[in-house]
């Protein structure tokens, strides 16, 4: 069955029906137009980034990442590669329907993105189901477990593997925590596994609240976290909820206090508060930041691309192009099969080795990106640089993502 009849089916029989879910996800690939027999010479991707809604700070960095991973591919390869951008508004629904018309209507071949792991559940198990290769940027252990799929991949550090990676520091600096989480699927599952590496580290859990997301006043509980026996505060909030957060402790003065953890901690987060926020950083476990020593060159290029300044999601989505068009290009094809099988085990021997440093690889038994996580923490101010971009940490440690994933078998993935 070729890619056009496949797609010519699905607004026939609706995509919005489970009946016509089940039926196409017996055809191999409704999206790949190579079918392995020769050099591919054009592909159009897919990128889906919110650029409205509570992360839309986040979605330029997604455009600009995957702009300068096609400025490299195209050039070593000299194949003509179309980025089509979806505002995700990390509204599961609004991004399920954006994927669809993706498919179904503009014909990309692959896709990645997503942010919220909420997103990515949705729009990566629908891609999957129907033969679309797609790379997440989500960091819930469902993603790399329960809500696994076929030909979705993790290219974002776990909660588990940050967790993990935090875990001794987190008891080393305080004995008493209290957690902070949104009240969703990436929450939930990263102030599980926050616990019980606090625990497994000798630390003590003295109170958690799950808190709305996106939520507008965190005052109640940050009452809660002054009125309890805790020394520490973990804050499992993603965004601009975060910064939020973080600038209603500072009002109470909290963050002099307190030791203070940010789980999946990028910089953006604190750039918007300023450098007396930026050095209540004490622990933040990260994919990756502007402070790793790697490819300088590539900060420099986000600096002239973009509209932000270098931080995780730039890398992010710079792999997931970088990995995703080097799959095809092996494979001689877009079909979800083929770069499945190309990406499965895969050691990346890419510009991306350079900018994270360490071994990263594919694991087959559950397509997350194991890859090193990095324990940033915030500089003195003295110490702050500017330019050529905002440099307002530093890390402290970095552990190679074997030390941290978790076992094919306690995933609950089965792939």
């Known amino acids: ?49 919110p650029y409205t809604g509570p992360f839309a700070p986040w979605g330029q960095s997604v455009t600009t990442g995957s702009i300068l991973a096609k ?50 559940t949705s729009i990566g198990t629908w891609a999957s189901n129907n033969g679309v290769s797609y790379i997440a940027q989500g960091a819930s252990d469902s993603l790399s477990g329960s809500d696994c799929a076929q030909h979705m991949f993790n290219v974002y550090q776990s909660n588990t593997m940050m967790a993990q990676s935090a875990g001794p ?31 497994e580290n000798g630390a003590t859990v003295v109170g958690k609240d799950a808190t709305p997301f996106p939520g507008d006043d965190y005052t109640q509980y940050i009452n809660n976290v002054a009125n309890s026996d805790a020394d520490a505060v973990a804050l499992l ?64 290029r986000v600096v002239d691309e973009g509209e932000t300044n270098p931080f995780a999601r730039h890398f992010m989505a710079y792999t997931s192009l970088d990995q995703q068009v080097r799959a095809a290009m092996r494979a001689s094809s877009t079909d979800a099969e083929a770069i499945t099988a190309e990406l499965e085990d895969h050691e990346l021997q890419s ?38 971009y905002k440099q307002w940490f530093t890390v402290d440690t970095s552990v190679a993502g074997d030390e941290v994933v978790r076992s094919c078998d306690a995933t609950g993935c089965d792939l």
């Not at 969703?184 to 625990?199: D, F, P």
Request: charged share 25%; net charge negative.
């Open 237 to 300: 909030i993603p965004g601009l909820d975060a910064r939020l957060a973080a600038e209603q402790m500072m009002s109470k003065g909290l963050h002099e206090e307190l030791t203070v953890m940010f789980h999946q901690f990028e910089d953006l987060v604190l750039w918007g508060l300023g450098k007396e926020a930026a050095m209540m950083v004490d622990i933040g476990p990260t994919g990756w930041a502007n402070a790793v020593d790697g490819d300088e060159e590539f900060k420099q």
């Open 351 to 388: 510009p991306v080795t350079d900018i994270q440093g360490g071994t990263s690889y594919w694991r087959a038994c559950d397509h997350q990106l194991v890859q090193p996580t990095h324990i940033v923490s915030g500089l003195a101010e003295s110490e702050m640089q500017d330019e050529p």
């Open 71 to 120: 400025q490299d591919l195209t050039k070593e390869f000299d194949i003509s590669i179309e980025l089509k951008e979806y505002d995700t508004e990390t509204d599961p629904s609004a991004a399920l329907d954006r994927m669809k018309r993706a498919v179904t209507s503009d014909d990309i071949d692959f896709a990645h993105g997503g942010i919220s792991s909420a997103v990515c």
């Open 169 to 199: 520091s987190m008891a080393e600096q305080a004995d008493n925590w209290y957690v902070l989480y949104s009240d969703y699927v990436w929450g939930n599952t990263g102030q599980e596994v926050i616990t019980k590496s606090l625990n």
């Open 1 to 49: 069955m070729r890619a056009t009849s496949r797609r010519k089916m699905l607004k026939r029989i609706g995509v919005a029906s489970s009946a016509g879910m089940t039926l196409l996800a017996g055809c191999s690939n409704i999206g790949g137009s190579g079918d392995g027999d020769g050099e591919l010479e054009s592909l159009t991707v897919g990128v889906f980034a």
